[in-house]
């Protein structure tokens, strides 16, 4: 069972379009992030949030963190092809960070 | 250095054989994570390091997993009798110290390829 789930799995979209992909848990985080990862690289860090009903911006995606700190979104506007990527959400689970499996965003020009 | 690095980032080897794979944390983190990633898969917990010691060696899969940080910074991943299922990216990461609550820099990974 996976301590964080991510949906959609896969998420095929034109330029321009909006969007918005989804972690989800049953448990209480005190910090989650979101990575984004492309082909042969490791994740990179895009945001942390570390407060309940957080809402963080970061040009044209938009980070929210659940009030009860088990879920979050990811928003992303007018989306171009340089988005394309894996999407990750992880959180702190004990001293360490637990990684969803994903959402592969392919963005279409 | 200005990130952080793993060597190899491509590895072929023959079943059974003995690896090890390399990674050069931020300098000055004092926390390094070793993760595995299968295809279509999110990164997996295999081993973290404050320090020189294995603070959490709860993800090693097996016996033939094992990870050594000497000096605090370079660290090597070992993987004894290499099987086709450990096929894998295996990435490492540090940051500032234990339990740092916003995020890892993570390297590029090495690819390895069991044949």
């Known amino acids: 069972t996976q301590l964080l789930e991510q949906s959609p799995q896969f998420l095929s979209i034109q330029e321009g379009e909006n969007l918005t992909v989804y972690c989800n848990s049953s448990?209480?985080?005190?910090?989650l992030q979101w990575y984004r990862q492309e082909p042969g690289e490791g994740p990179v860090l895009l945001v942390t949030v570390v407060t309940g009903g957080e809402v963080k911006k970061l040009k044209r995606l938009t980070f929210q963190f659940g009030d009860a700190r088990k879920d979050s979104s990811l928003h992303i506007t007018a989306a171009q092809p340089g988005d394309t990527g894996l999407y990750l959400c992880a959180a702190l689970y004990g001293q360490n960070f637990v990684f969803g499996p994903g959402t592969r965003l392919s963005v279409l020009p | 250095g200005a990130g952080v690095s793993q060597t190899p980032s491509n590895k072929v080897t023959e079943k059974g054989k003995y690896v090890e794979l390399r990674c050069d944390p931020i300098?000055?983190?004092?926390?390094l994570y070793w993760y595995r990633q299968s295809l279509g898969q999110g990164p997996e917990f295999l081993i973290y390091?404050?320090?020189?010691?294995?603070?959490?060696d709860s993800g090693l899969p097996n016996d033939r997993f094992f990870a050594v940080r000497p000096e605090g910074s370079v660290s090597t991943l070992k993987i004894q009798r290499t099987e086709r299922g450990d096929s894998a990216v295996y990435l490492c990461a540090s940051s500032p110290r234990q339990g740092w609550p916003y995020g890892y820099t993570f390297g590029s990974g090495t690819r390895l390829t069991v044949v």
């Open positions: 300098s000055g983190h004092t926390a």
């Open positions: 448990s209480v985080f005190s910090s």
């Open positions: 390091f404050q320090g020189t010691g294995a603070a959490d």
